[in-house]
């Protein structure tokens, strides 16, 4: 009895303290949490991942009188797995004859004209348009169950060779498929990851609000919220392999926020790096509140299994080397 009572006023202060976490609206969210994409690791030479993803600038322009700035509308990322080709969401391709691949780990600094990519043509695949066509007719709104989703991928020819790019050319490997994963005896239940892209590196609406930054001068304004290559850690489950789409509840695992489409997401395989997925979406639980302070992207993270799509991409590469360029519209 004596035990009892001692013990007793931790409980309570324990489910006082639970009870008042779970009343805010921060509580349990991974975007907010050191180790999500948000509040992740700065991609840098030195890093496993490093020279196999790229910038995707939409609306572009280039001044080369000032060539440390470039100017965009709007972003998404990328992954290289051919020295001329790109794989992104095909949702990215809007406005694509506008858009320019920036090869860098940072957009924030100076970039040369020799970091920038042309895209000459690139290809979705039909059912993607076909579902697109059909949500939009029925004015069907985005969410996790649409079809469309299930095809979100697009594979971008560039003007020329990525110079200092590593190719995820091994992704085609037959060893590495699907059925290998699910069939094997020796296969283990889960798998580490990675995900990297150049989305939001901050929860936060304003950078300068952020504690990380606040103890930093800002000149004129705080650095963009966007534009830096970021990575987060996370879990496969041998579940996961067999799906179309791999989807993370970002309340309880790093994930991904805007201008993150089309980012790569790498599963360690047989102790090498192998690429699993791109990002496609995240759905949020509820819409963002601009009044808010945050930002927040928790909700529903959404990767395309791009072990489904091996052939698409495969004779999609063959397609694109025999068809003309698309027009050009801009000289870089």
């Known amino acids: 009895m004596t035990l009892r009572r001692w013990f007793a006023p931790f409980v309570m202060l324990f489910l006082s303290l639970l009870f008042t976490a779970c009343g805010d609206g921060n509580f349990m969210d991974k975007t907010k949490i050191d180790g999500s994409i948000l509040r992740g690791t700065a991609v840098g030479p030195g890093d496993q991942i490093f020279g196999r993803t790229v910038y995707i600038a939409k609306n572009f322009s280039f001044d080369l009188s000032s060539p440390s700035l470039f100017r965009k509308f709007g972003l998404c990322s990328g992954v290289i797995i051919d020295q001329y080709y790109v794989l992104t969401a095909a949702h990215c391709t809007e406005n694509i004859k506008e858009s320019r691949v920036i090869f860098t780990e940072d957009a924030n600094q100076a970039i040369t004209p020799d970091q920038i990519y042309k895209i000459v ?59 290998h994963m699910t069939q094997s005896k020796d296969v283990r239940l889960t798998a580490e990851a990675f995900v990297a892209g150049y989305g939001r590196i901050s929860e936060y609406n304003r950078l300068a609000d952020d504690p990380r930054f606040q103890a930093k001068s800002f000149d004129d304004s705080p650095p963009p919220l966007n534009g830096t290559l970021m990575k987060a850690q996370l879990t496969l489950n041998i579940t996961d392999f067999s799906q179309r789409v791999i989807s993370r509840s970002q309340r309880f695992s790093s994930g991904v926020c805007t201008g993150d489409s089309g980012a790569p997401l790498f ?6 790096l192998y690429l699993q997925g791109i990002a496609i979406a995240t759905f949020k639980v509820k819409d963002e509140d601009p009044t808010n302070a945050y930002n927040s992207c928790y909700g529903e993270s959404m990767y395309l299994n791009l072990d489904f799509h091996k052939t698409w991409i495969y004779k999609t590469i063959q397609k694109l080397e025999k068809r003309k360029p698309m027009p050009e519209i801009l000289t870089i």
């Not at 076909?130 to 469309?148: C, H, Y």
């Not at 990525?162 to 037959?174: E, H």
């Not at 599963?267 to 090498?272: L, Q, T, V």
């Open 121 to 179: 043509n690139y290809e979705s695949p039909d059912e993607y348009q076909e579902a697109r066509l059909r949500e939009i007719k029925k004015a069907i709104a985005p969410g996790p169950q649409n079809r469309s989703n299930f095809y979100d991928l697009a594979v971008l020819k560039l003007s020329r060779p990525i110079a200092g790019a590593k190719y995820s050319n091994s992704y085609f490997q037959d060893k590495n498929s699907v059925i």
């Open 267 to 272: 599963a360690i395989r047989d102790d090498e």
